[in-house]
């Protein structure tokens, strides 16, 4: 950790101009007592996103630290997560990186004290989530996800069924989770490679508390492009079922080898897959 930051909040955003104050105003008003700082990456916007960044920066400028791209890397490595593992762990001091994407936003202002304390308390934990309320720009619907009944650490099970969905605003996770290897870049897209990765480091705890806010089937979100682009959709869903594939083998070779992964609930999930 340097500068004695403990938490790193690191923010991708692009052509978010309607949504990234929402985001910033978020992670600026966090109550704590331990140092952190921010990092918004802008992947080329096209709109004013980055100038927008740009005056929170000049703002808050031993906070807040911009990374403006001048082509867009997702357009070019959208199936490889190594650009953005690269890019954070060269950027982020934290000994804790907290996800946060420029169209969604924390609405509890302990979030991180919550989530910091308890894996201070806990070595074991490598990623903590929380509870979110989910905006459907499409239908207008707002609720709350509620993913579990009460604070848990997950099983593998949990984590990988399609019911479970972690919010991408929710994670906090152990920077070292940032040098995640081959197998997991390789074994799916979105979020699963940390989630799975974190699973074969420790635990993943949930916190039954809502603290983010989740937007999607807006305009020139994800969502919009999986239901408008039936190739990106395609794209998208093969990759769930490779990572679930891939995660499936190693899960048995690991087993096979007797090699000890922290937490992992074996047996019904290699039986279901196999």
């Known amino acids: 950790m340097n500068d004695n930051i403990m938490v790193s909040i690191w923010c991708i955003t692009y052509n978010h101009e309607r949504y990234i104050q929402d985001a910033i105003e978020g992670f600026l008003n966090q109550k704590t007592n331990f140092k952190y700082e ?4 802008d992947d080329a916007s096209t709109d004013d996103t980055a100038n927008i960044i740009k005056e929170y920066e000049m703002k808050y400028p031993t906070i807040i630290h911009g990374i403006y791209q001048s082509q867009n890397q997702w357009s070019e490595n959208r199936l490889d997560l190594n650009w953005m593992m690269k890019i954070l762990r060269q950027n982020c001091k934290g ?3 907290a996800m946060c ?3 969604d936003y924390w609405i509890d202002l302990n979030k991180l004290q919550i989530q910091i304390d308890y894996m201070e308390r806990n070595a074991e934990c490598v990623m903590s989530v929380h509870n979110a309320v989910d905006i459907n720009y499409k239908s207008g619907s707002v609720k709350a ?3 579990f009944e009460s604070e848990r650490d997950l099983t593998a099970e ?10 991408t605003a929710s994670m906090v996770l152990k920077k070292e989770i940032s040098e995640i290897n081959d197998f997991f870049l390789e074994a ?14 420790g635990t993943i705890h949930y916190f039954d508390r809502i603290m983010s806010v989740y937007r999607f089937r807006h305009k020139g979100s994800y969502e919009e492009s999986l239901y408008l682009d039936k190739k990106t959709c395609f794209i998208h869903f093969i990759g769930l079922i490779f990572s ?3 995660w499936n083998e190693e899960l048995i070779l690991m087993k096979k080898k007797g090699t000890h992964m922290n937490n992992i609930w074996w047996g019904g999930w290699i039986s279901k897959t196999v």
């Open 95 to 97: 000994k804790y990186i």
């Open 101 to 103: 994407e420029g169209d």
């Open 244 to 246: 679930k594939i891939y």
């Open 158 to 167: 949990q984590v990988i069924l399609p019911s479970c969905g972690l919010p």
């Open 145 to 147: 996800r509620s993913l």
């Open 38 to 41: 921010i990092i918004i990456h």
């Open 188 to 201: 799916g897209i979105g979020d699963y490679p940390l989630e799975l990765y974190s699973l074969s480091k």
